[in-house]
């Protein structure tokens, strides 16, 4: 099970990260990846990363400003997200994939509930 959690409303330039705990299996045995979907449109690969946090990947959209990282003695991954911009406006999900990377949503076999992150201008 995957809870995603931290979003909110924040001004265009400004900072937020957003986390997602995990239970019920064994966190470091699965890559996970971040995504958004806004209002209107497919969901988005934003990052992921490798099970035990060594390899990164990030979506052009978000490269430079948004940082992925995990904390496995906690089950959790994170999302910070800097110089925020009103077009970052969207509901993210954390997803786990059995795969060592991924960046379609296809290859995720497990999905949190997401965050709603609002940018205003």
């Known amino acids: 099970q995957l809870q995603a959690f931290g979003g909110g409303s924040v001004q265009a330039g400004g900072s937020l990260r957003v986390s997602c705990a995990a239970s019920g299996r064994t966190f470091s045995n699965y890559a996970m990846g971040w995504f958004r979907q806004a209002p209107g449109k497919e969901r988005e690969f934003v990052a992921t990363i490798t099970r035990r946090g060594y390899s990164t990947y990030y979506g052009d959209s978000v490269k430079g400003r948004f940082t992925i990282s995990r904390d496995n003695a906690k089950n959790t991954v994170y999302l910070q997200m800097n110089s925020l911009k009103p077009e970052d406006t969207a509901v993210y999900y954390c997803?786990?994939?059995?795969?060592?990377?991924?960046?379609?949503?296809?290859?995720?076999?497990?999905w949190g509930r997401g965050t709603l992150v609002t940018v205003s201008s």
């Open positions: 997803a786990a994939t059995e795969r060592f990377s991924s960046t379609m949503p296809s290859e995720y076999q497990y």
